[in-house]
């Protein structure tokens, strides 16, 4: 109606004037309601036609699309493990911060576990105590163990001096016999020393890895003792939250409840604009928008992303082959609009249906002087055009309440 009405006032206003004051015709008498046609058709199709091309030219140029939400993202409250509720830290509708615990499972289990694992490096802890004690046990032995060496090798030099100087003196076999009693304690010594080199061994290098491997079993103990208490991932209120304590809680069933991020759907507008837009719709483009639940505002916003692919086009890989006429209708160019200014979206709830407008500017072109005269007006013309979808996007705000509470019928 608006295009209508601009158009007519440079066609059916002209011919019309033309026709009153250039030919004397007057309205009631020459012009009637029954030759309105034959006498201003001029401007009739001159308005219809430059209507159609106003409307196209609009449309094309400043994009608008009645399919933009502010999407967002909500979290399922499922536990790692299953289990029955034992405590309950939050309520439905309640807020938690970041890492605050939401609800616990029964962790009598995990508890003994822990526990089992904590006495286990307790065991290599005292093993580790017991084997510097044996070290201790071993160097004694050693030394008597070379005490006894050398009193026999003494003894042993003793009688070999006297044989030497008198071999009637000291009998053959007393010195055999002196000189096993001395391989022995060497054997003996080496003994000693093998014990202690295996105690420091196990000090070294058993004992470690053992006192590791307890401690790794602890510390797994400890994180499925952890899961039991299941937290909020990021700060935000619960919705959907009807646990009592004793319920069954398994991961792969249902989720216990949803998880609202408290930034969820505040800081970007996702709107779809229609395919033939696709090259007109660029990143730092000017948009507005009107949302249901903030009515009677326009909100300034920019574009700050558009997807370089349609949704309505994917496949998931099957054992069927996809025939194109599965797509009933075409999809639309998801474009991401963001608030010019800081806080523009307070205000507007995370999900609310909005009306946005995006607004195709061709100033830099014109100022870089790369194109012609004519092209430049034309650029201009095309420019300023954009008031009308302005005009028309306020239009709707003010008439949305309207026609949702009053022509709805709700």
């Not at 306020?394 to 022509?407: C, E, H, N, S, T």
Request: hydrophobic share 50%; with cysteine; aromatic share 6%.
């Amino acid at each position: 109606m608006v295009e209508i009405l601009i158009c007519s006032l440079l066609t059916i206003l002209p011919d019309y004037l033309y026709r009153r004051y250039g030919q004397g015709k007057r309205f009631g008498h020459e012009i009637t309601l029954y030759s309105v046609w034959f006498e201003l058709r001029w401007g009739i199709v001159g308005c219809l036609m430059l209507t159609v091309a106003l409307i196209t030219v609009i449309f094309y140029n400043h994009p608008s699309t009645t399919n933009a939400t502010l999407f967002f993202r909500t979290v399922p409250i499922v536990p790692e493990a299953s289990g029955r509720v034992a405590e309950i830290y939050v309520r439905q509708g309640g807020k938690v911060g970041q890492g605050e615990p939401i609800f616990r499972l029964d962790d009598a289990k995990q508890q003994a576990a822990v526990e089992a694992a904590r006495r286990k490096v307790g065991e290599v802890e005292a093993a580790l105590a017991v084997a510097k004690v044996d070290i201790l046990a071993n160097e004694a032995r050693i030394q008597e163990a070379r005490s006894s060496l050398q009193l026999a090798l003494d003894e042993l030099r003793t009688k070999q001096e006297l044989k030497r100087r008198n071999d009637d003196v000291v009998a053959a076999r007393e010195i055999e016999r002196l000189e096993n009693v001395v391989q022995g304690r060497e054997a003996t010594v080496a003994a000693a020393t093998a014990s202690r080199e295996a105690a420091q061994s196990r000090i070294a290098a058993l004992l470690p890895a053992e006192k590791a491997s307890a401690e790794a079993a602890l510390a797994q103990a400890e994180v499925e003792l952890a899961k039991t208490v299941v937290r909020a991932g990021v700060a935000g209120h619960i919705e959907q939250f009807a646990l009592q304590i004793g319920d069954l809680v398994n991961p792969f069933m249902r989720p216990a409840g949803v998880l609202i991020p408290a930034t969820a759907g505040r800081k970007a507008l996702q709107a779809g604009f229609s395919q033939l837009e696709a090259q007109v719709l660029q990143v730092g483009m000017a948009a507005e928008v009107a949302c249901i639940s903030k009515p009677w505002t326009i909100i300034p916003m920019v574009v700050t992303d558009v997807q370089e692919f349609i949704a309505a086009g994917q496949f998931r890989a099957g054992d069927q082959l996809v025939d194109a006429q599965q797509v009933q209708r075409p999809g639309t160019v998801l474009v991401f609009l963001e608030p010019l200014y800081e806080g523009g979206l307070d205000g507007v709830f995370p999900g609310s249906s909005c009306v946005a407008n995006a607004y195709s500017s061709n100033h830099e072109l014109i100022a870089s002087g790369k194109v012609g005269t004519f092209k430049a007006l034309a650029l201009h013309v095309v420019d300023a055009t954009g008031v009308v979808h302005a005009v028309m996007l306020r239009i709707q705000a003010l008439l949305l309440p309207v026609k949702l509470l009053v022509l709805s019928g709700h």
